[in-house]
T-cell receptor
């Protein structure tokens, strides 16, 4: 089975722009979670989707949003980018209540 | 989800066993202990998980104390490629909001 894939792998944006990141879960996995990782804050939970519904949300401002499609693929969007949004964004998928598997991440640099 | 406490860093000689401890004193009865590792700038890699019994797979062994308040991840023969940050996480079956701590940075030295 192919693992979790994320696109793009690297991205450079400027302040004020918006960005959309994509995640394709492992085949058969219906749950997708997103995390932000920065050197200062570590790995922080953003949100989790299951069957196109957001089921849990971390403590991030409304500029961070996401969605999930009927094929379980997920996107997250960050609007009005700030310098502090520079981070590694990780997606993880799982089947029902089972183990989460992570993708390689998208490294976003905001200039 | 319960919080975990891990030492910030550990060293291990190549070929020796690496024993990484984790405290999870507030763990609930239905919460599992999961271990992941992250090699620089890659996504976290799942290693092993358990509820109360000790577990072993091709990567590692997980020893959970009888009171479940702590656990130890054992890499039986550490190699240089095992140098990574190791995260111990406690999560229930319905706990989608996984909380990662700072983890343990393991240095395997030749």
């Amino acid at each position: 089975k192919a693992g979790v894939t994320q696109t793009p792998r690297y991205l450079i944006k400027t302040r004020g722009q918006q960005v959309t990141l994509s995640c394709s879960p492992i085949s058969g996995h219906r749950s997708v979670s997103w995390y932000q990782q920065t050197p200062g804050q570590g790995l922080q939970f953003l949100f989790e989707y299951f069957s196109e519904t957001q089921r849990n949300k971390g403590n991030f401002p409304g500029r961070f949003s996401g969605r999930q499609f009927s094929n379980s693929r997920s996107e997250m969007n960050v609007s009005t980018l700030e310098l502090g949004d520079s981070a590694l964004y990780l997606c993880a998928s799982r089947q029902n209540q089972e183990t989460q598997y992570f993708g390689p991440g998208t490294r976003l640099l905001v200039l | 989800d319960a919080k975990t406490t891990q030492p910030p860093s550990m060293d291990c000689a190549e070929g020796r066993a690496a024993n990484l401890p984790c405290n999870h004193s507030t763990i609930s009865g239905n919460e599992y202990v999961y271990w992941y590792r992250q090699i620089h700038s890659q996504g976290p890699q799942y290693i092993i998980h358990g509820l109360k019994n000790n577990e072993t797979n091709e990567m590692a062994s997980l020893i959970i104390t009888e009171d479940r308040k702590s656990s130890t991840l054992i890499l039986p023969h550490a190699t240089l490629r095992d140098t990574a940050v190791y995260y111990c996480i406690v999560r229930g079956t319905g706990g989608f909001k996984t909380i990662f701590g700072a983890g343990t940075r393991l240095f395997v030295k030749a």
